[in-house]
């Protein structure tokens, strides 16, 4: 099996945080976050995704942050929304949206709470690549869904013209070697999590999508294009270099973590939404330490 189309980006994606202020976003910020993303060299950039706090924007809020998201960056990197939804219904409203107003793909998660059957899945994903224009990277995080798509269902849905891509954040590297086996190149794959963007790039993978790329855009993309030129070994090095910085980000529910980073640094208010709230105390002291340790707050 072979691709149908180039992928839609290669490197790092930026899972890009939603800035608030007051309860409402902040486009100020959001603004000029982006502009600091491109500035650091950053391949992709993810709106409203799970990092972006997607699942507590209304309806509203979500179309009006994907428009002006693609109006800024006005086609400087590539763009991918975060459409998908526990209502297969609603989550192709939103991409019908994302696609009228300009991005180059969607990133569809797979349907949270509900625990869809594997036929279940498949009609899922079937319906929204019939009902829009544009690429489809499927999302896997079962540990935030609680659903897994197997291997089974990844074959159907390579069929697809327009399902190209997954972001694979099962962290099981035995099941994703499973997709590059019997898949091919009929799925790009996209690593989810930051402490496996060398191995599952060694398997083939075309970059990630990141969360530590929110505040390390550059070092972030440094490490793909290592890995993207076969320099495994530098990749590994970097990658292993940052691990510290990685796990802290994850030492309390995404993106509590990188939220807080990004304020502690001056890139937003750090403000979040319920039910996400702000870090402990000392998890709030471990991710300033830490940055600190970087050079990345002084």
């Known amino acids: 099996m072979s691709n149908k189309r180039p992928p839609i980006f290669t490197g790092a994606a930026t899972a890009i945080v939603t800035p608030f202020k007051n309860g409402a976003v902040d486009y100020e910020s959001f603004g000029s976050l982006i502009d600091w993303q491109i500035a650091g060299g ?24 994907l428009t002006f998201a693609a109006e800024k960056v006005a086609g400087r990197v590539p763009i991918i929304a975060g459409t998908g939804s526990n209502d297969t219904a609603y989550g192709i409203e939103l991409s019908r949206h994302a696609c009228a107003v300009g ?54 849905l390579a069929k697809h013209e327009r399902i190209v891509a997954v972001k694979e954040a099962s962290g099981n590297l035995s099941a994703i070697a499973q997709i590059f086996a019997e898949c091919g190149d009929s799925l790009d794959v996209y690593s989810g999590n930051d402490d496996q963007i060398v191995p599952i790039m060694s398997l083939g993978g075309k970059g990630v999508i990141s969360v530590v790329s929110g505040i390390l855009p550059k070092e972030t993309h440094d490490i793909c294009a290592a890995c993207l030129a076969g320099d495994f070994k530098t990749g590994a090095a970097l990658q292993l270099k940052y691990l510290k910085l990685i796990n802290t980000l994850f030492c309390e529910v995404n993106p509590i973590p990188v939220k807080a980073a990004s304020g502690l640094m001056g890139l937003c208010s750090g403000e979040l939404r319920l039910p996400l709230c702000d870090p402990e105390p000392e998890n709030l002291a471990k991710i300033s330490a830490v940055l600190k340790e970087y050079g990345l707050l002084h």
């Open 103 to 156: 991005y180059d793909a969607l990133l569809v998660v797979t349907p949270y709470y509900n625990k869809a059957t594997p036929k279940g899945l498949v009609q899922n994903f079937i319906n929204t690549a019939e009902a829009t224009d544009k690429p489809i990277i499927l999302y896997n995080v079962p540990s935030r869904t609680g659903v897994n798509i197997p291997i089974s269902v990844y074959k159907e």
């Open 42 to 65: 950053i391949d992709a950039l993810v709106i409203a995704g799970t990092t972006g706090e997607g699942s507590t924007l209304s309806h509203e809020e979500h179309c009006d942050l």
